[in-house]
């Protein structure tokens, strides 16, 4: 059980460290002719990323990045959640608030890349003529499934 314990509070160290890393890399899209990649803050050209995009004014993308903020908050909540209720709850209580607290960082996950996913990475409205999908998308949904696992495991286990 311990080992348990310990493996799911490193996935989740590793997902609030992707959840970092996916909002704040500007490597969403990347493009496959020139060195450039687009992200939820800049447009990143020859390694200088002063530039900024160019629908940065669109609610989509607002929305995307609210959302991913929101994922981070709430994952971290989690966690010290989880380690405050692993040392004062009782033994045979399950970790409820730990584990709908992550899920509903997997709900902010899944809404944010969403919307990317539709508004954005389709390649309809991207800025490169060819383009794949960055480090920091597949990030983002690497976290939606680590952050549904944790979350749905916190709400099963049981304190022994």
């Not at 607290?101 to 990317?116: H, K």
């Not at 409205?125 to 999908?133: A, C, E, G, V």
């Not at 480090?135 to 022994?160: D, N, P």
Request: charged share 10%; net charge positive.
């Amino acid at each position: 059980m311990l080992v348990l314990l310990a493996a799911i509070f490193v996935v989740h160290i590793a997902t609030c460290v992707m959840l970092f890393v996916s909002t704040i890399a500007n490597v969403w899209v990347v493009s496959d002719s020139i060195n450039a990649s687009v992200g939820l803050w800049r447009n990143c050209t020859s390694g200088d990323c002063s530039g900024g995009l160019s629908y940065g004014h669109e609610d989509a993308l607002k929305a995307v990045q609210a959302f991913m903020i929101l994922s981070i908050i709430f994952s971290v909540i989690s966690l010290i959640i989880f380690v405050f209720q692993l040392f004062t709850m009782e033994k045979g209580n399950r970790f409820f608030l730990s584990g709908a607290t992550m899920l509903v960082c997997w709900l902010c996950v899944l809404i944010g890349a969403s919307i990317y996913t539709h508004r954005y990475a389709n390649g309809d409205s991207n800025t490169f003529d060819r383009s794949h999908h960055g480090y920091s998308f597949i990030l983002a949904w690497i976290c939606f499934c680590f952050s549904f696992v944790v979350g749905v495991l916190y709400l099963v286990l049981r304190k022994k």
